[in-house]
């Protein structure tokens, strides 16, 4: 059953069934009916389906139908693809599902292209899809950064939360306009806006972008300076002390 499933979706992908005529052979599927007469009249391009209809009943006919509508979609997309994600082959039938779970749909797939990303497989569509990267997003993170971004920049970029706001608050506070592995090395290890102000406050205005990183990576905080601060002059008059005392007995030396 679950090969005749996929013989019906990789003939939409291909174009020699329509949706509207998977349908009715899923349909026929789940119930255990005899397989519909077609709309289209040609039967000779449907093959005769048959199997165990206990089984068939237990595969969830909604992605199944979603999956049919993401493959015919694609196919008129003009999009292929294979198993490392780039090039070669039709759209393959695990990957269809996942397109339909993630609701990656014909129009987002020919927005990114405009945007720019035009030389993406299956595996490249869905993993932007998953989290919820837009076209739009990739193109305003490159006019910022001022280069073309790579498939695998935007995704860390994604991946990582890095928002324009986020962007540009990080400029405009460390008064430069940071490149592509700085922004992201800021947000993997958790520097926002606030936590850069907080440290200048303590430290002085004049942190560098290395400084106010390596700070952020070995937990160094506000209230840490402060409190060290603190310590450090106090034992520093604490030493004051001692070498007057120590003064004060050689001199009461030399006078016995």
Request: glycine residues 10%; charged residues 30%.
């Amino acid at each position: 059953m679950a090969d005749e499933r996929t013989k019906v979706l990789e003939m939409v992908a291909a174009g020699t069934l329509t949706i509207d005529q998977a349908d009715q052979l899923l349909e026929s599927f789940d119930t255990g009916q005899e397989q519909p007469e077609l709309d289209s009249g040609d039967r000779e391009s449907v093959p005769q389906l048959g199997g165990d209809v206990a089984a068939a009943r237990s595969v969830d006919r909604t992605a199944f139908k979603g999956a049919t509508k993401i493959a015919a979609r694609a196919a008129k997309a003009g999009y292929k693809g294979a198993k490392a994600g780039r090039g070669g082959g039709n759209v393959k039938f695990d990957q269809l599902i996942s397109l339909a779970i993630h609701g990656v749909s014909a129009d987002y797939i020919r927005e990114l292209r405009e945007a720019g990303l035009t030389d993406l497989g299956m595996d490249q569509i869905l993993a932007l899809g998953i989290h919820g990267i837009k076209p739009a997003f990739f193109r305003e993170m490159s006019e910022m950064l001022g280069a073309d971004l790579t498939f695998d920049q935007v995704l860390a970029l994604g991946i990582h939360g890095v928002k324009p706001d986020y962007y540009r608050q990080m400029n405009e506070v460390l008064g430069r306009r940071l490149e592509f592995d700085q922004i992201l090395a800021l947000a993997i290890h958790g520097v926002r806006p606030e936590y850069f102000a907080e440290m200048s406050e303590v430290l002085g205005n004049d942190l560098s972008f290395d400084q106010i990183l390596a700070l952020s990576i070995h937990g160094v905080r506000a209230d840490y300076v402060l409190e060290m601060s603190e310590f450090l002059e106090e034992t520093q008059d604490d030493d004051k002390t001692a070498g007057r005392d120590d003064s004060d007995d050689d001199d009461d030396d030399d006078e016995s």
